[in-house]
């Protein structure tokens, strides 16, 4: 096997990600990750014409996500991303 050969790696495993990835880790539009771009919460970088954003970046940004308070029939309240490892 050629030692040259460039490996695939998950979108978990990317340390800079495309708008496309971001916006499939995040789980969000493209509007509102540009969106979020231009209002500083989200830092991204350019390359040329393309922009680029790493993953400790996105992982910051979904982290100071405000987190929404779902309450079940029960009365019981939980979070809705609560420990949900992303």
Do not use: C, W
């Not at 509007?31 to 970088?45: C, P, S, V």
């Amino acid at each position: 096997m050629p030692t040259n050969r460039i490996t695939r790696l998950s979108l978990h495993d990317k340390l800079v990600l495309s708008v496309d990835e971001a916006m499939a880790l995040a789980n969000v539009g493209r509007t509102k990750l540009y969106k979020d771009i231009r209002a500083g919460k989200l830092i991204a970088q350019k390359r040329g014409t393309r922009t680029f954003i790493t993953r400790p970046n996105l992982d910051s940004y979904l982290e100071s996500a405000p987190r929404k308070s779902v309450v079940k029939n029960e009365g019981v309240e939980e979070k809705a991303l609560g420990d949900r490892h992303l």
